[in-house]
């Protein structure tokens, strides 16, 4: 598949999206380069392993320069890794060919449920959408709240609770809603959740196949799934900001279970096992 979308690409040109990327806005500005990929921040932290790039969103012109050189490459692939012509490969390419392709460090970037961005993918999963201001924390009025994704205006913070290693548990206790965190990913192109089907650690073990589903998620990706299915999103948000901290904890808990996040590893399946964290490891990241 990874040459087919080459391929297609440096006939027609166009965008490639994953299924499991959501953009947030318009490319319109990365209509300027010849091509442009993104830098793949989702691997471990061992500076041994190679630099990757990641090819789950592409922007191309028709005959990018680009595409062609990489898809030379091909002729030589690697049988034995999944991913190496298609992430190691272009990354040494661009080292070589800088003219030829556009690199997004951060605004095309992956978020992935392992590894460094684990926390960030959980809080945008199932962290609480929030809005905070001068008098006190999770302060909405569901009835001013616009139909547009992007409107900075209805939120501005994401809640979501801290691990306690005393109680080898989660808790909303001493938590706040993060505006930082709501910053950066507001300043995505689009929101691409790699990762999200390896078996052991991550979100959607579930397919999301019922309307009724997208009601169990009080966050960021709730709110996308919910303007792209019906054009609104009547989530109760006011309600929950104003929640104990243990009726907040009750409902993410409850996202968590229902999307299938970070369940007991399949022990069949052993090539799968490279990725699943310890409990700890995860809230070190």
Same mark, same amino acid.
């Given at each position: 598949?990874d040459?087919v979308r080459?391929?297609?690409l440096?006939?027609? #040109?166009?965008? $490639?999206?994953?299924?499991d990327?959501?953009?947030l806005?318009s490319?319109?500005?990365?209509?300027?380069?010849?091509? /442009?990929l993104?830098?793949?921040n989702?691997?471990?932290? *061992?500076v041994?392993?190679?630099?990757?790039l990641?090819? #789950?969103?592409?922007?191309?012109?028709?005959?990018?320069?680009?595409?062609?050189?990489?898809?030379?490459?091909?002729?030589?692939?690697n049988?034995?890794?999944?991913?190496?012509?298609?992430?190691?490969?272009?990354?040494?390419?661009?080292?070589?060919?800088?003219?030829?392709?556009?690199?997004?460090?951060?605004?095309?970037?992956?978020?992935?449920?392992?590894?460094? /961005? !684990?926390?960030?993918?959980?809080?945008i999963t199932?962290g609480?959408?929030t809005? /905070?201001?001068?008098?006190?924390?999770?302060v909405?009025?569901?009835?001013?709240?616009?139909?547009?994704?992007? *409107?900075?205006?209805d939120?501005?913070?994401?809640? %979501?609770?801290?691990?306690?290693p005393?109680?080898?548990?989660h808790?909303?206790?001493g938590?706040?809603?993060?505006?930082?965190?709501? !910053?950066?990913?507001?300043?995505? $192109?689009?929101? %691409?959740?790699?990762? !999200?089907?390896?078996?052991?650690i991550?979100?959607?073990?579930?397919?999301?196949?019922?309307?009724? *589903?997208?009601?169990?998620?009080?966050?960021?990706?709730?709110?996308?799934f919910?303007?792209?299915?019906? #054009?609104?999103?009547?989530?109760?948000?006011t309600?929950?900001? %104003?929640?104990?901290?243990?009726?907040?904890?009750?409902i993410?808990?409850?996202c968590?279970?229902?999307?299938?996040? %970070?369940? /007991?590893?399949?022990?069949?399946?052993?090539s799968r096992?490279?990725?699943?964290?310890?409990r *700890?490891?995860?809230?070190?990241l």
């Amino acid at each position: 598949s990874d040459f087919v979308r080459m391929k297609d690409l440096e006939s027609i #040109g166009g965008i $490639y999206l994953d299924t499991d990327a959501f953009a947030l806005r318009s490319f319109e500005t990365f209509r300027y380069f010849d091509f /442009t990929l993104a830098f793949d921040n989702i691997v471990n932290a *061992d500076v041994t392993m190679p630099k990757r790039l990641n090819n #789950g969103v592409l922007i191309s012109a028709p005959n990018a320069s680009f595409l062609k050189v990489w898809s030379k490459e091909y002729a030589q692939f690697n049988p034995n890794s999944f991913d190496y012509d298609s992430s190691v490969v272009p990354y040494r390419l661009a080292t070589q060919h800088p003219d030829l392709v556009n690199i997004e460090m951060s605004r095309l970037s992956p978020i992935s449920y392992s590894f460094q /961005t !684990s926390v960030l993918a959980e809080a945008i999963t199932c962290g609480i959408l929030t809005r /905070t201001d001068s008098i006190g924390v999770g302060v909405i009025n569901d009835s001013f709240i616009t139909k547009s994704l992007l *409107d900075s205006n209805d939120f501005n913070a994401i809640w %979501h609770p801290r691990w306690n290693p005393k109680i080898k548990g989660h808790t909303f206790d001493g938590s706040r809603p993060n505006e930082f965190m709501y !910053s950066q990913v507001m300043k995505k $192109y689009v929101l %691409h959740l790699t990762m !999200s089907q390896v078996r052991g650690i991550c979100m959607l073990r579930k397919n999301l196949n019922d309307p009724e *589903d997208l009601k169990k998620m009080p966050s960021l990706l709730g709110r996308v799934f919910r303007l792209a299915l019906w #054009g609104r999103d009547d989530y109760p948000y006011t309600a929950l900001a %104003h929640a104990s901290n243990d009726e907040k904890l009750t409902i993410w808990k409850n996202c968590r279970q229902h999307l299938g996040m %970070h369940a /007991t590893p399949d022990v069949d399946d052993m090539s799968r096992q490279q990725y699943v964290q310890s409990r *700890d490891d995860y809230y070190v990241l």
